[in-house]
């Protein structure tokens, strides 16, 4: 028989305190029923009006599409309905929001960016949410004056859904990787793969390499020597431009990821708090390791919410190589 995504979260609850499994169930329930809306729009976007850009600009001053946009009102929509979620922060709000139904018992923050992989949004190519849960320790009234930020080791849960041929969920709560299919005969996510592990090595690595020019030049040797690596451990390239697509390829058959600083975004171009760290807390969970070229993404402390970060993501054998070749004079 099947076990649904919110079964098997339920089942897990001895696992971790009774009350961040009642207030996760809630906040899990919103995001599953965002991402049932957000993907029942992508199938028929093309269809309905839905692509394109909506002529506004998000907090990095990006031209937003109509699907982030319809992505973020359905997550801080779905999220909002519950009194778990205190405040809410989006890629694509420069300030966090608190949550409608907050009150004093509320204790969550979800960082979230609503729908990754903008420039294949309108081309049918993979796109996904990412999102990452923590606990915190603060009125609604400081966190109006400033929300204090935690380092990624302190996040509660953290997850993406992947809307691809099919559109799948993967989670953690530091209990190991579960993958969810989303069955839309009846409309759930369940339980297709359970405490996954990322292979140590595998055969791909993925990075924008029209941008070579522009990275470190530890990176740029680097890469070198993985595409002059002997034969049988030689490595092929793939690269969607999705985070979330090119991780799940990543967590599944193994290899690296890497967005290096380069001359246009010389502190990297990917997110902390809400691409990059809750990728490294499912990577670490499944075996796997995330750096930011030099120390753990999880260990960063950050320090502004909408903050930037190079990331080097992957097996445990490739980023501890990609640290030895980066420690080596080119
Ligand atoms: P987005 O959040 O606006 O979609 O930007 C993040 C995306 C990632 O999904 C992807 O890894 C990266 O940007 C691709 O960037 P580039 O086109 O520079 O390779
Ligand atoms: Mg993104």
Redesign the pocket.
């Known amino acids: 028989m099947i076990t649904t995504f919110q079964q098997h979260i339920s089942l897990k609850q001895q696992e971790i305190t009774s009350e961040d499994s009642a207030a996760l169930l809630k906040l899990m329930s919103g995001i599953t029923l965002a991402a049932k809306m957000i993907e029942a729009k992508i199938r028929r976007a093309s269809l309905s009006g839905l692509v394109g850009e909506d002529g506004g600009v998000n907090s990095h001053g990006e031209s937003q599409q109509k699907l982030d946009i319809y992505a973020n009102d359905a997550l801080i929509h779905c999220l909002g309905m519950h009194d778990a979620a205190a405040v809410l922060i989006s890629?694509e709000n420069n300030e966090p929001i608190i949550s409608d139904k907050a009150t004093e018992t509320s204790k969550y923050a979800i960082f979230f960016?609503p729908l990754?992989?903008s420039s294949n949004i309108d081309v049918n190519v993979n796109v996904g949410t990412i999102f990452s849960i923590y606990r915190i320790d603060q009125s609604v009234e400081e966190i109006v004056g400033r929300l204090t930020l935690h380092p990624g080791i302190c996040q509660v849960a953290a997850g993406y859904v992947l809307y691809g041929p099919s559109t799948v969920l993967a989670y953690t709560s530091g209990n190991g990787v579960h993958l969810f299919t989303l069955d839309p005969t009846i409309g759930s996510f369940v339980l297709s793969g359970e405490n996954l592990k990322m292979p140590n090595r595998g055969r791909y690595y993925s990075c924008n390499e029209a941008n070579i020019d522009e990275f470190p030049a530890h990176y740029e040797a680097y890469l070198s020597r993985l595409r002059t690596s002997d034969p049988g451990e030689s490595y092929s390239s793939r690269y969607v431009g999705s985070?979330v697509a090119d991780f799940h390829r990543t967590l599944l058959r193994g290899g690296i990821f890497l967005y290096p600083p380069t001359t246009a975004h010389p502190e990297g171009k990917l997110?902390l708090l809400y691409?990059a760290s809750p990728l490294a807390f499912i990577a670490e969970q499944a075996g796997g390791m995330a750096i930011n070229g030099e120390q753990s993404i999880l260990r960063i402390q950050p320090t502004s919410v909408h903050q930037r970060t190079p990331l080097v993501i992957g097996g445990c054998s490739e980023v501890e190589l990609f640290l030895v070749h980066a420690s080596q004079p080119a």
């Open positions: 890629e960016d990754d992989g985070l997110r691409e």
